[in-house]
């Protein structure tokens, strides 16, 4: 049973580039969760997607979206990029109907640097 | 907004010894908790989690956590280290805004093992 994937595993970006970011639930998942792990800090909450909407939104710019597609899996963009968005940005997925009750598994993550 | 704060951004121990990674939160509402561990270079693993119900909660790895709301705690615990242990530890909390469960996280503590 195959867990959650992020593909890429590395990414460098020049500054005002745009990127995207993938991940692929645990099976059985329907809900899929973004954050962003900044060097030496813990994961800050970005979004979650479920039904393919987006659910909940932490306290980050629009220049951070989203999609969720059918099959579950999610993808992150992130427009006109800075400095500040390198990190280890980490996919979580859970089931939907469980809310904190079920357990939310992580990806390895993609490290993302902007140069 | 919930917050969680993590006493001590490094935790040294000798292999045997005990371990104590302290944890504290606020919420406005009564709190679902978490730990996870985080390995270099890995995503975050759940260690354990309080929902509801009995307040010491047993993890995995030997680990356990005890729910202390006057006290507003979660702190961890392991009666014995193993080399095995050393890693990153994190403190969450579950937002529960629109149904969803973005997690809060703490900045984290690095558990050190000492031959």
């Known amino acids: 049973d195959a867990g959650v994937t992020q593909s890429p595993t590395h990414l460098i970006k020049t500054r005002g580039q745009q990127v995207t970011l993938r991940c692929s639930p645990k099976?059985?998942?329907?809900?899929v969760s973004w954050y962003q792990q900044a060097l030496g800090q813990g994961p800050q909450f970005i979004f979650q997607y479920y039904e393919e909407e987006e659910r909940q939104r932490g306290n980050f710019p629009d220049r951070f979206s989203g999609h969720q597609f059918p099959n579950y899996s999610s993808e992150l963009n992130v427009n006109a990029l800075l400095l500040g968005d390198s990190a280890l940005y980490l996919c979580?997925?859970?089931?939907?109907?469980?809310?904190?009750?079920?357990?939310?598994?992580f990806g390895p993550g993609t490290r993302l640097t902007v140069t | 907004a919930q917050s969680v704060t993590q006493l001590g951004s490094h935790v040294s121990v000798s292999e045997g010894a005990l371990v104590l990674l302290r944890c504290n939160y606020s919420?406005?509402?009564?709190?679902?908790l978490f730990w996870y561990v985080q390995y270099p270079n890995q995503g975050l693993q759940l260690l354990l989690k309080?929902?509801?119900?009995?307040?010491l909660v047993k993890g995995i790895n030997g680990f356990e956590a005890e729910f202390k709301k006057s006290e507003t705690s979660f702190h961890l615990t392991k009666p014995s280290a193993h080399m095995s242990d050393a890693a990153e530890y994190f403190c969450a909390v579950s937002d529960l805004k629109g149904g969803a469960d973005g997690l809060t996280f703490g900045k984290g503590t690095h558990l050190i093992i000492q031959p």
């Open positions: 919420s406005s509402v009564p709190p679902y």
């Open positions: 099976s059985g998942h329907d809900t």
């Open positions: 309080y929902t509801t119900g009995a307040t």
């Open positions: 979580a997925s859970s089931l939907g109907g469980q809310g904190p009750l079920g357990e939310q598994y």
